[in-house]
């Protein structure tokens, strides 16, 4: 499956967050990505969750629940079948012993119901480490007690790229 | 520029390693699967620095075994004059024998070691002649031949028949002589085959490295292809760890177990904050021994609540930080010490693997003694590499990951710097592996 934007508009557009749209490599560096080898087209628009949640939030007068950082539709070849990805960014992690499951868990949690409970959600989600530490974070998932489960991945920038941007 | 390293080791073609070019300035890691050669690399570093350090030592030892024939005529004299001396005489010369065949040669002079041992020869001669000459039963004659085929023997002459008893007595002072001479020029010299011949020992296959360097500083101090070994400064004693089972082994089967054995067997009560730290926090409770001269196997460990258990039936786990705690105690970790040690994680609970590398972080960074460090442990890599960032240490720690060449069961040591991803890579085939087999 790869990305598909005006999917991906469209569906900002069906649940009224059109302005949470953002080109992903201005995202990833909001997130804390220092990588100058990652390279996007520049318009490649993916929802900020953190944007979704936090109007939701403000609308519901509640505090803004953990969310993943974003989200986009990726569709198979001929566009007959469309998921929503989710994507959360660690750029900052330096020491992968502050990873916490529960942490992880609420995100996707939080990014579900902030969607509305969607049923096509893409089965993995991913969670994007500096290059540097992405085995140690492989490492640190499936050391913990239960491991995470194999559809929580940890990636880098390049596989994100690579599995649904190339 | 890049700094110069404190120690710099380049091998090549020895064993499993292909290639190595290796610093050591603090910490060294060194990573890779099962028989990449890290162990190769850690015994050449050992067997290296030990045969700098007990050179003089080395090279008695061996002419200690280029005399073992004539120290054997010797007794074999000795028991043949019996007869014809007092009992005073042959306790006499019986002790005398005794000093010259069992050690205590390293710590003497080699001129006095030839002038005792000719003078003992000429006393053995003179009486072995007294009783020749004076009995000429068949019971002698058989006796003066046997010796006189032994020191021809000794001697390398082919005929003995045309020799005079004289004569070959003589030729064994000669070799006396020439033995002690090769040894006073080998100690002068510092040949580098004195540390190849300990390689030879050391390793079952008698292979040496296509390429084998030290550089200190950045100058070479030791190489094969220089035949002078230098005296290097920053090193000045070596400790080779790697397995806490040696406590109860049979340490004869391994050469370094020996020698740690010794190490840990040296007596001392330093206080050192360091050993409070394993006493205190880690292991509650402290290594003892009763006596000052102690072996190995006398070590107790009182617990803080005073119970006192036999070494033989405490965890492992102990052992490896009551290691660490005796050389700390007895003074043997300095700031010009290399401590190599091979898999630190074996036999440790994944919290004492992070408590026994922030020891290793603390002793090196409160005392500056260098580690050389072989895992296999995510925890050890990890604990190594974050703890020495918090400690200020990491500019001195270094990582390194074997991988394989093209060559068949050949590897490349590859500098990560303070990179340990690279290293996690490689674990994580064990996680492909789960995933594989199970659920």
């Known amino acids: 499956m790869k990305y598909a934007k005006k999917a991906t508009v469209e569906f900002a557009k069906h649940i009224g967050k059109e302005e949470c749209l953002e080109p992903v490599d201005q995202l990833i560096i909001n997130e804390g990505c220092i990588d100058q080898n990652i390279n996007f087209n520049g318009d490649e628009l993916v929802l900020n969750m953190d944007c979704v949640e936090g109007k939701i939030a403000l609308l519901e007068k509640r505090h803004c629940n953990k969310s993943m950082d974003s989200a986009f539709i990726a569709e198979d070849l001929n566009g007959a079948s469309q998921q929503i990805v989710f994507v959360e960014y660690r750029f900052n992690y330096v020491n992968l012993s502050n990873v916490k499951k529960q942490d992880l868990f609420g995100k996707v949690t939080g990014s579900t119901l902030a969607l509305n409970n969607p049923t096509n959600i893409h089965p993995n989600y991913y969670y994007v480490f500096n290059s540097n530490v992405k085995q140690q974070a492989r490492s640190r998932f499936n050391r913990m007690n239960p491991a995470m489960p194999q559809h929580h991945i940890a990636v880098d920038m390049f596989d994100i790229k690579n599995l649904f941007f190339d | 520029m890049a700094e110069i390293p404190d120690i710099q080791v380049s091998v090549k073609g020895f ?129 003066k031949a046997r010796v006189k085929r032994i020191l021809s023997d000794i001697t390398r002459v082919n005929d003995e028949a045309d020799e005079q008893d004289q004569e070959l007595f003589g030729k064994i002072k000669d070799l006396i002589r020439q033995l002690v001479y090769q040894a006073e020029g080998a100690i002068a010299a510092r040949s580098t085959s004195v540390f190849t011949a300990e390689l030879a020992d050391a390793f079952s296959e008698g292979d040496l490295p296509e390429k084998f360097e030290v550089l200190e500083y950045g100058s070479p101090i030791i190489s094969l292809d220089i035949d ?212």
């Open chain 2, 228 to 439: 002078q070994l230098s005296i290097p400064y920053n090193i000045q004693n070596v400790v080779y760890i790697d397995s806490p089972m040696m406590f109860h082994a049979d340490i004869s089967k391994n050469i370094h177990w020996e020698d740690l054995s010794e190490l840990l067997s040296k007596s001392g009560d330093n206080v050192h904050a360091i050993s409070e730290i394993i006493s205190k926090d880690i292991m509650l409770g402290d290594v003892v021994a009763d006596d000052m001269f102690y072996s190995t196997d006398d070590f107790k460990f009182k617990r803080t609540d005073g119970k006192i258990f036999d070494f033989i039936d405490i965890a492992t786990g102990y052992k490896s930080f009551s290691i660490l705690q005796l050389l700390l105690k007895n003074g043997t970790i300095t700031d010009k010490t290399l401590m190599i040690i091979d898999e630190p994680e074996s036999n440790l609970h994944p919290q004492w693997i992070i408590e026994y590398a922030r020891i290793i972080i603390m002793l090196n960074k409160e005392i500056g003694c260098k580690f050389f460090l072989a895992s296999h442990n995510p925890d050890m890599v990890s604990a190594i590499r974050y703890i020495s960032e918090k400690q200020g240490t990491l500019d001195k720690v270094n990582f390194y990951l074997a991988e394989k060449t093209d060559q068949r069961f050949k590897y490349n040591y590859k500098h990560l710097k303070k990179e340990i991803d690279p290293i996690f890579e490689s674990f994580n085939i064990a996680i492909d592996r789960i995933n594989q087999y199970g659920i």
């Open chain 2, 15 to 143: 064993r499993a390693v292909a290639s190595a070019d290796i610093i050591v300035n603090g910490i060294t890691l060194v990573a890779g699967e099962n028989g990449s050669g890290k162990s190769s690399i850690s015994k050449l570093l050992y067997f290296l620095y030990k045969t700098v350090f007990n050179y003089e030592k080395i090279v008695k030892r061996g002419l200690h075994h280029s005399l073992r024939d004539v120290f054997r005529l010797s007794e074999i004299i000795h028991q043949e004059i019996r007869a014809k001396v007092s009992f005073e005489e042959f306790e006499l010369i019986r002790r005398e024998l005794q000093e010259l065949r069992h050690g205590k040669m390293v710590n003497e002079d080699l001129k006095q070691i030839e002038e005792k041992l000719i003078d003992l020869i000429d006393r053995l001669e003179d009486k072995f002649s007294e009783l020749t000459d004076e009995e000429s039963s068949i019971l002698v004659i058989r006796k």
